[in-house]
Each structure stands twice: as structure tokens, then as C-alpha cells.
């Protein structure tokens, strides 16, 4: 999370994850290296960056002063897997955390205090990894919600088996009128926010796959205007471009982290 960007109290924009939960909330990179990973994201989004709280290694990437995605460069040091992992907002991360491990999930990280909030680092039954915060979001949600990624996908081995367990972790389709609304279309798990479409569930992800990007992940996609475009950009940047079509393109960052553009205008 962007933990600098705490709504002031009393602001008409000032939202916590106790009236806005199980949706997206955030997106954070881990990667190695700061400065070509902020240098490559500058030339693909013309992202900026800004520090963080969190010492040296962690950055804030804003788009016209919205703050949108965190960057941490701790692969090395902690261990971990170069990759972009989406931060689901919860009313209580101990809470959500107990539910991930009586449903024999893994609980990574956490819940840790950053204040306004705390967040845990968690992977699903088949490894797909993905993390909670409770807290304050930062001002302007509907505006990040505009800014930041269009969506995320989880590629996973069974969509609907893993509805039903991010379901039951994150409170989607409750009683509760501010819960995420779930449909299922064309074989699809669909989530929508607010009546906005914030993550999709697909089947068709091998656990045993030796390929990491064939294996259940989370995908995060942003939204350009022209990915063709786009692609060329990743490219000549040191990137690579593993698929690409009229409507969107599977991209790897110099470090290795996978991402998708999608385009503004598709469905």
C-alpha cells in the first residue's frame, strides 16, 4: 500500500476497507533493481516516482499525482519471486489470515502493521500469490480505481473452486451491500466493485507446470490507449512481448515480471 497517501479525516473521499472490501486495492512490483525498473515503467506508462516510508527500496509509481502501484526492490534480499502481486482490501487481515489457513492456504508475510493499516502476504491452494490490507485506502479511491490497473486475472487450475475460496476469504456476494458482486461469463469468474469489472478467474493452469508463467499466478493488467504501440515501447526498453493481439499484450519488464495492457476500449 501507499502508506503516505492517508485520507485526511472528515474528507468526502476518505475510505477505509470496513465500507469497501474484497476488491483490489492495490498493486506492488517486487523486483532487483530500482533504478531500471522505475527508468523501464517511466518510458512504457510515463509513470513518476516517488519514496516511500519504507526506506530505499520501496517507491511509489504516480500517474498525473495519483499514486497507482508500489515497487519493492527486495527480490534478492528477501528471496522472492520478481512479480506483480494484487493487494485485496479486507475489514480485518488477522481475520482473513486465519480463514486462508483453515482453508489450507499459505500465509507468507503477516499481518504486519503499516500504518493507517496491516498487510499480509498470502498464496492461494495452488500457489497463486496474492496479499490483504485493512486500513485506510488513500484519497480519491474512485480516482486510483481510474488511474490504476483496469483489472487482475488469477490463472488458475479450477475457476470456479477458486471462487468459491477467495469467497469465502474476502466476503464476495455477502449480504453485506458493499461486497463485490460475482457473475460467471463464457466459463469465467467475473468480480465488479461499484459495477466496475476488477478481477476475472480463469481455468486452465497447470500446478506442475515447469513454465512459472503457466502456473497458477495473478496477472495484473493496465489499460493503454494503443498497444501496439505499447509493445514497441516494452521492447526497445528491454522488455519482451510473449503475446499480443488487437485488444492486449503479455509483457515481462527487463527484471522478468510479467504484466498485461489491456485496451481502453475493450470490454
Not at 461486497?179 to 468480480?191: A, D, F, H, M, P
Not at 521492447?235 to 504484466?259: K, N, S, Y
Request: negative net charge; contains cysteine; glycine residues 8%.
Amino acid at each position: 500500500m501507499d502508506h503516505d497517501s492517508k485520507p485526511i479525516p472528515g474528507k468526502p473521499d476518505a475510505v477505509s476497507t470496513h465500507s469497501v472490501f474484497g476488491a483490489p486495492c492495490w498493486v506492488s512490483l517486487t523486483s532487483r533493481d530500482v533504478e531500471t525498473t522505475e527508468a523501464f515503467y517511466e518510458a512504457v506508462f510515463g509513470w513518476k516516482w516517488r519514496s516511500a516510508r519504507l526506506g530505499d527500496r520501496f517507491r511509489i509509481a504516480t500517474a498525473n499525482d495519483v499514486p497507482v502501484a508500489g515497487l519493492a526492490a527486495v527480490a534478492s534480499m528477501w528471496q522472492v519471486a520478481v512479480a506483480w502481486t494484487p493487494y485485496f482490501a479486507v475489514p480485518d487481515a488477522d481475520v482473513a489470515a486465519g480463514r486462508v489457513r483453515e482453508r489450507g492456504a499459505t500465509v507468507a508475510v503477516g499481518p504486519l502493521s503499516f500504518p493507517p493499516g496491516r498487510a499480509a502476504l498470502l498464496a492461494d491452494r495452488d500457489g497463486a500469490t496474492f496479499g490483504i490490507w485493512e486500513g485506510d485506502l488513500m484519497g480519491g479511491w474512485e480516482t486510483w480505481r481510474r488511474s490504476a490497473p483496469a483489472f487482475v486475472r488469477l490463472h488458475t487450475r479450477d475457476a470456479f473452486e477458486a471462487a468459491i475460496f477467495y469467497g469465502e476469504i474476502l466476503d464476495w456476494a455477502s449480504a453485506d451491500p458493499q461486497s463485490c458482486e460475482v457473475r460467471y461469463e463464457g466459463g469465467e469468474v467475473v468480480l465488479l466493485s461499484g459495477g466496475h469489472v476488477v478481477a476475472r478467474i480463469q481455468s486452465g493452469a497447470l500446478e506442475a507446470a515447469p513454465d512459472p508463467t503457466v502456473r497458477p499466478h495473478w496477472q495484473v493488467h493496465f489499460a493503454v490507449a494503443d498497444i501496439r504501440s505499447c509493445a514497441r515501447v516494452v521492447a526497445a526498453h528491454g522488455g519482451g512481448v510473449l503475446r499480443q493481439t488487437d485488444h492486449e499484450a503479455v509483457l515481462r519488464d527487463p527484471d522478468g515480471a510479467q504484466f498485461t495492457v489491456t485496451s481502453r476500449e475493450a470490454p
